[in-house]
């Protein structure tokens, strides 16, 4: 049902064509909208924020459609 996760702001803004800095505003309401989570990953052990697209895109297109923005 959903496809390879991403990590990282840069990639979510890509994606969305909204800016690093538009995205971390609303960290707060893309976490505990569950969008995105935060996970430990390589060597030395580093923090990094992970989503899934297809998620991602299904909120974005619910937001829309209930006229709110994103």
């Given at each position: 049902m959903t496809d390879q996760m991403e990590y990282g702001w840069k990639e979510m803004a890509r994606l969305t064509g909204l800016s690093v800095r538009s995205l971390y505003r609303r960290k707060q309401q893309?976490?505990?909208?569950?969008?995105?989570?935060?996970?430990?990953?390589?060597?030395?052990?580093v923090r990094k924020m992970r989503f899934f697209p297809d998620v991602l895109k299904a909120y974005i297109t619910r937001k829309n459609i209930n006229g709110e923005n994103f």
């Open positions: 893309l976490q505990q909208d569950g969008i995105i989570g935060y996970q430990t990953v390589g060597k030395p052990p």
